[in-house]
């Protein structure tokens, strides 16, 4: 039987080049792309599905689409200042296939960036969905840090910027996905019969003054308790700091750290092309170049066309230190 695909988050490039890759399989007949926000111009090979979660259309595209096979990478309605954050997405979803037949396989995406609430929340669920409907096969796949030409994420956003704030006498390591490798990764296992959570990750890791030296940004060590400030800050509009971004993108690349990747390479009989540090030399190459990223964007500054020096992060850090929120 030819199988119908739905794969949500298409306005991204990462799911956009799934769901054109899907559309050239075998026995493939038809890919549907969900996302609130449409793909970009020129995405082809897949129809595009508007979702609103609020009108709860998220279960009315998935039993209307007749689609076997999901692939849950995502919705651009979860973004903003948490773009990998997309727990709301993926406990919607997994609540309409409890009461959607048909669907035999669900793959879903996950980031090393979930706080333990909001894990547990999917796994409640996923446990949920699984004695609700037990013929489904459901494999998670729990990515490093992504990084690549096409990626915009929190962590690329803090490498981007020209002044990065990192934690004062730490040098983390991070461990990173090159996009081609996860998209690989995901259409591998949708026509796979693994289920269970598979980290998928690339060799080694890559200490963070590496990563910055690499990419170009002027590295400024801030007490812990300095960058709470800075999230703070920009959280209430005071400064533009992209990712509100270095605690939480220091505690991603920690996290990345203890990623096992065995099972992924045992199930699949396949591992990433890319190492990490391999991964980072062609952003850092492609960047370089000025050719196929997203326009910067994000550098920390306080009035507009104004970038913030150095000194202007670490007199806005120290003017709050012994302030309370």
């Given amino acids: 039987m030819a199988r119908v695909v739905l794969v949500t988050g298409v306005s991204t490039p990462l799911a956009a080049g799934v769901a054109r890759s899907l559309s050239g399989v075998s026995g493939v007949r038809r890919v549907i792309g969900a996302d609130s926000s449409p793909p970009a111009p020129g995405s082809e090979g897949f129809e595009f599905a508007h979702v609103d979660l609020h009108e709860e259309s998220l279960a009315r595209i998935v039993a209307d689409s007749g689609a076997d096979l999901v692939l849950h990478l995502g919705l651009d309605t979860e973004r903003g200042p948490n773009r990998e954050n ?86 983390p390591h991070v461990r990173f996905l090159h996009e081609d490798d996860a998209a690989e990764a995901l259409v591998r296992m949708a026509f796979s019969e693994q289920d269970g959570l ?79 540090a391999q991964a980072l030399e062609h952003y850092a190459g492609v960047r370089g170049r000025g050719r196929g990223r997203p326009a910067r964007r994000g550098r920390a500054h306080i009035t507009r066309g104004h970038g913030l020096r150095p000194i202007h992060v670490l007199a806005l850090a120290r003017a709050t230190l012994g302030r309370s929120d």
């Fill in 86 to 171: 997309h727990v709301l997405g993926t406990v919607r979803m997994l609540s309409a296939l409890r009461h959607t037949e048909g669907v035999q396989r669900l793959v879903v995406r996950a980031g090393v960036t979930l706080d333990s609430d909001d894990a547990a929340q999917v796994a409640e669920h996923t446990r949920a969905l699984q004695r609700r409907r037990p013929e489904m096969s459901v494999a998670v796949l729990r990515f490093a840090n992504l990084i690549g030409p096409s990626v915009d994420t929190p962590l690329t956003r803090y490498l981007d910027q020209r002044v990065v704030p990192t934690a004062l006498g730490s040098d």
């Fill in 198 to 276: 598979f980290d998928v990750a690339g060799a080694d890791t890559v200490p963070l003054s590496h990563c910055l030296r690499r990419v170009g940004g002027q590295r400024l060590p801030v007490p812990a308790r300095g960058l709470d400030v800075l999230r703070r800050a920009a959280k209430r509009g005071r400064i533009d700091y992209a990712s509100l971004s270095a605690k939480r993108a220091v505690h991603a690349a920690v996290s990345g750290r203890s990623m096992d990747t065995g099972s992924l390479e045992h199930a699949l009989g396949w591992s990433p092309s890319y190492s990490s």
